[in-house]
């Protein structure tokens, strides 16, 4: 099936550094979504892009859906101890089809 | 996590035997799917449906069954139990499969073992 690349897997930080993560795709995505998952909960969606070049924010969170609309990044920037998590990025093919995720990006913030 | 509920939130099952993961969401979303969390591997899509009646195989659906027979309600089958079924599963539900501003929301997640 299709796959997401996403890199790095693992990030250890001191609070207060940059956080930059990102996915790849050989196929052509029409929709970016990125999720952050805490431990025993469920996904929950952070920022979702709809259009290639879009560069959308929330609050300390930044995301690209990139030009080629085989990539997306996402930066976290002056990052704190509840930024610990999971992030997955998750795709969606041109047309009706299922998401498609990444293996997800584990984030954990030295204080 | 608003409207999709899921249980149990943990089991334990013994090799062999069957159970049935519940997921029920209140929101009329069309479609709903399921997913199962391994370490290293993100999430996988077992089985999905776009609507009542209607259901369709995901990347990983050997070993469980689904049905729909309402909108609300879309559980997971597992008739005959293996320890490779052992994993996190997470149902999700969202407006439409495709449409433009399509987003999931996702179940808190139910966590097997099988022994």
């Known amino acids: 099936g299709q796959q997401l690349n996403q890199s790095p897997q693992s990030m250890f930080i001191q609070e207060g550094e940059d956080v930059s993560m990102n996915c790849t795709s050989s196929?052509?995505?029409?929709?970016w979504l990125w999720y952050k998952q805490e431990p025993g909960e469920g996904p929950v969606l952070l920022i979702a892009?709809?259009?290639?070049?879009e560069l959308t924010s929330n609050g300390r969170l930044t995301a690209q859906f990139g030009i080629t609309r085989k990539d997306s990044f996402l930066n976290i920037s002056a990052s704190i101890p509840s930024d610990v998590g999971i992030y997955f990025c998750?795709?969606?093919?041109?047309?009706?089809?299922?998401?498609?995720f990444g293996k997800g990006t584990r984030l954990s913030v030295i204080a | 996590n608003a409207g999709v509920t899921q249980t149990p939130k943990f089991q334990v099952l013994k090799t062999g035997q069957s159970m049935t993961l519940q997921c029920a969401q209140d929101?009329?979303?069309?479609?709903m799917s399921w997913y199962r969390q391994d370490p290293g591997m993100g999430l996988r899509l077992i089985h999905y449906?776009?609507?009542?009646?209607?259901?369709d195989q995901g990347e990983v659906p050997n070993g469980y069954n689904v049905s729909r027979s309402t909108t609300e309600d879309f559980p997971l089958r597992l008739l005959s139990a293996a320890p490779s079924q052992t994993s996190v599963y997470f149902c999700?539900?969202?407006?439409?499969?495709?449409?433009?501003?399509?987003?999931?929301?996702f179940g808190e997640g139910s966590w097997l073992t099988v022994v």
């Open positions: 998750a795709g969606q093919l041109v047309g009706n089809t299922p998401l498609v």
């Open positions: 929101m009329n979303h069309e479609y």
């Open positions: 449906s776009v609507g009542a009646g209607i259901t």
């Open positions: 999700a539900s969202s407006p439409t499969q495709g449409s433009s501003g399509n987003t999931i929301y």
């Open positions: 892009l709809y259009k290639a070049g």
């Open positions: 196929s052509i995505f029409n929709t």
